[in-house]
């Protein structure tokens, strides 16, 4: 059977993240944008009312949101500004492979400490050299009696700056390429040094860093799931996770067709408001169709995630089409905005600039498409 219509709750919860959407995150998205602020207080209140960490299960003080009740979150916060919305998301991400893989010493030390307090989580697997090759990661662990010893440099860590915990992937058997990976859960304290910061074309409210690794010691129960199986937890949780970037980027693509549709309605040259041409009509039209697309790819990767059904191409495609879908979408929005799209008083520039970052982060579109494709061959 199925079904499209969201339940109660999920509406309520829809309800309950535009007007946290609304109220906390719109009216500072566009000077947040323009300073580079990164937004802790945004944050803090996301997390004061259940809008942050929402996939950390109640026995542990978290919200416990499924895939889909989280998609459903994060399309609101796309919507009103995406890079404080990846600031909120990116804990999410960080927190994932503790979520899916800790023991359950490591679940009751970290998210419950996590959610005792308002606390900053980044996922640390790309490095200079190790990019869409995630697996050519050099940045090593060596064990060293109850520790392990990590040397290395990552970069482009969301949240990095100011995180207090990180999700680490380093090398602890060099020569076994993606199968010599493993995980682990970084306190700052130990001995993190957050480095250079990334002065982006968008999403400038969120933080990317450059992190530095300088012999930190990690104790060895800080290890997630076996040695050797980090690679597979990354990949594992970029698959549950893609699901959410989509939402993301669905909230983008929606943010923009109503903008458009609001400027074509009042908007007036030769003699009528732009939206009874046709030529706009069929450009809302098809921004409104892929919309509806993307978002049913995204629910259905995000309700395969809550079903435990395997999920990796659909969470690809959704992540995929989204983020491209978000790049045309505000792309033909800005022009029909014409020369006001670009101009940085009306705000669909910023949603165009934002939509970029969609089709390269968590995986570049390459990257789905070659996942998409891999599965394909092997029969799924
Ligand atoms: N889940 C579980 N295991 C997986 C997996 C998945 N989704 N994808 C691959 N693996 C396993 C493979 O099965 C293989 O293990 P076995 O040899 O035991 O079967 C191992 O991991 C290595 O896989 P593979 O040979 O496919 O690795 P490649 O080096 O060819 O790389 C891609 C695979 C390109 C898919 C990977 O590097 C990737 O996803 N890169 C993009 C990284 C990314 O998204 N970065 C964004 C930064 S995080 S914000």
């Given at each position: 059977m199925i079904g499209f219509s969201l339940t109660e709750a999920q509406e309520a919860l829809r309800v309950k993240a535009r007007e946290f959407a609304d109220r906390e995150i719109r009216p500072r998205a566009r000077e947040y944008d323009e300073k580079g602020i990164f937004p802790r207080d945004v944050m803090e209140r996301a997390f004061a009312e259940g809008i942050?960490?929402?996939?950390?299960?109640t026995q542990y003080?978290?919200?416990?949101?499924?895939n889909l009740d989280a998609a459903i979150m994060t399309e609101e916060l796309g919507a009103a500004c995406m890079g404080i919305g990846t600031s909120i998301m990116a804990n999410s991400l960080a927190l994932a492979p503790l979520i899916l893989y800790g023991n359950d010493a490591q679940k009751e030390k970290y998210l419950r400490w996590h959610m005792r307090e308002f606390r900053i989580a980044a996922f640390c697997l790309t490095e200079r050299e190790a990019?869409?090759?995630?697996?050519?990661?050099?940045?090593r662990a060596e064990r060293d009696g109850d520790y392990y010893v990590i040397n290395g440099d990552k970069c482009f860590s969301t949240n990095g700056s100011y995180a207090d915990i990180y999700t680490v992937f380093a090398v602890?058997?060099?020569?076994?390429?993606?199968?010599?990976v493993s995980a682990f859960i970084v306190e700052r304290a130990m001995g993190v040094v957050p480095g250079k910061t990334e002065d982006k074309?968008?999403?400038?409210?969120s933080n990317q860093a450059e992190l530095h690794f300088r012999d930190v010691r990690v104790p060895?129960?800080?290890?997630?799931?076996?040695?050797?199986?980090g690679f597979k937890i990354a990949m594992g949780t970029l698959d549950r996770t893609r699901a959410g970037t989509a939402a993301g980027a669905v909230g983008i693509a929606r943010r923009a067709l109503e903008e458009a549709t609001a400027y074509a309605a009042q908007r007036v040259q030769f003699g009528q408001?732009?939206?009874?041409n046709q030529a706009i009509q069929f450009k809302l039209a098809d921004m409104a169709m892929k919309i509806e697309a993307a978002r049913l790819l995204t629910w259905q990767a995000a309700w395969m995630a809550d079903n435990d059904l395997r999920q990796g191409k659909e969470s690809a495609m959704a992540k995929c089409f989204a983020g491209d879908v978000a790049m045309e979408v505000t792309t033909e929005a800005v022009q029909i905005f014409g020369g006001n799209g670009y101009?940085?008083?009306?705000?669909?520039e910023k949603l165009m600039r934002d939509a970029k970052l969609m089709q390269i982060y968590e995986g570049t579109q390459e990257i789905q498409r070659l996942v998409i494709a891999r599965e394909l061959g092997k029969g799924r």
């Amino acid at each position: 059977m199925i079904g499209f219509s969201l339940t109660e709750a999920q509406e309520a919860l829809r309800v309950k993240a535009r007007e946290f959407a609304d109220r906390e995150i719109r009216p500072r998205a566009r000077e947040y944008d323009e300073k580079g602020i990164f937004p802790r207080d945004v944050m803090e209140r996301a997390f004061a009312e259940g809008i942050m960490n929402e996939s950390v299960p109640t026995q542990y003080g978290g919200p416990g949101m499924g895939n889909l009740d989280a998609a459903i979150m994060t399309e609101e916060l796309g919507a009103a500004c995406m890079g404080i919305g990846t600031s909120i998301m990116a804990n999410s991400l960080a927190l994932a492979p503790l979520i899916l893989y800790g023991n359950d010493a490591q679940k009751e030390k970290y998210l419950r400490w996590h959610m005792r307090e308002f606390r900053i989580a980044a996922f640390c697997l790309t490095e200079r050299e190790a990019g869409s090759d995630a697996g050519g990661l050099r940045t090593r662990a060596e064990r060293d009696g109850d520790y392990y010893v990590i040397n290395g440099d990552k970069c482009f860590s969301t949240n990095g700056s100011y995180a207090d915990i990180y999700t680490v992937f380093a090398v602890t058997a060099p020569n076994k390429g993606p199968l010599g990976v493993s995980a682990f859960i970084v306190e700052r304290a130990m001995g993190v040094v957050p480095g250079k910061t990334e002065d982006k074309m968008g999403q400038r409210a969120s933080n990317q860093a450059e992190l530095h690794f300088r012999d930190v010691r990690v104790p060895a129960e800080n290890l997630l799931g076996r040695e050797g199986h980090g690679f597979k937890i990354a990949m594992g949780t970029l698959d549950r996770t893609r699901a959410g970037t989509a939402a993301g980027a669905v909230g983008i693509a929606r943010r923009a067709l109503e903008e458009a549709t609001a400027y074509a309605a009042q908007r007036v040259q030769f003699g009528q408001p732009l939206i009874r041409n046709q030529a706009i009509q069929f450009k809302l039209a098809d921004m409104a169709m892929k919309i509806e697309a993307a978002r049913l790819l995204t629910w259905q990767a995000a309700w395969m995630a809550d079903n435990d059904l395997r999920q990796g191409k659909e969470s690809a495609m959704a992540k995929c089409f989204a983020g491209d879908v978000a790049m045309e979408v505000t792309t033909e929005a800005v022009q029909i905005f014409g020369g006001n799209g670009y101009s940085r008083e009306y705000p669909v520039e910023k949603l165009m600039r934002d939509a970029k970052l969609m089709q390269i982060y968590e995986g570049t579109q390459e990257i789905q498409r070659l996942v998409i494709a891999r599965e394909l061959g092997k029969g799924r």
